[in-house]
């Protein structure tokens, strides 16, 4: 499905779900019941993700320190100085065969 007509069909249906929603409110005798069950489903809502929150945080394990971690630093270290006279000479040769 095409982006456009997505973003069209979520236009139309918000706006009827708040046509429906202010008839709901304003218009019916269950205007009480609505908006008892809109406020208790906006707190519901609120809370489940703060329940997901805190089972994430309860069941994933801690990060392993950095400072534990087995990693040969010297593996990675980077000569900058001899990187910039390597391509400094590679330039000159490319310059030297050009001409």
């Known amino acids: ?5 997505l973003g069209a069909l979520i236009l139309i249906i918000s706006i009827v779900g708040i046509v429906i929603y202010f ?8 205007a009480m019941l ?3 069950v809109s406020a208790f ?4 809502a609120m809370l489940l993700i703060l329940a997901w929150i805190g089972y994430t945080m ?6 392993v320190p950095i400072e534990d971690l087995d990693i040969d630093t010297e593996e990675f270290n980077f000569d900058w100085e001899q990187e910039s006279e390597e ?3 590679v330039e000159e040769k ?6």
């Open 58 to 63: 309860a069941t994933t394990p801690p990060p």
């Open 23 to 30: 008839w709901l409110v304003f218009f019916t005798p269950w």
């Open 1 to 5: 499905m095409d982006d456009r007509v």
């Open 34 to 36: 609505t908006i008892q």
């Open 87 to 89: 391509s400094a000479e």
């Open 41 to 44: 489903l906006a707190v519901a």
């Open 94 to 99: 490319s310059e030297e065969d050009t001409e």
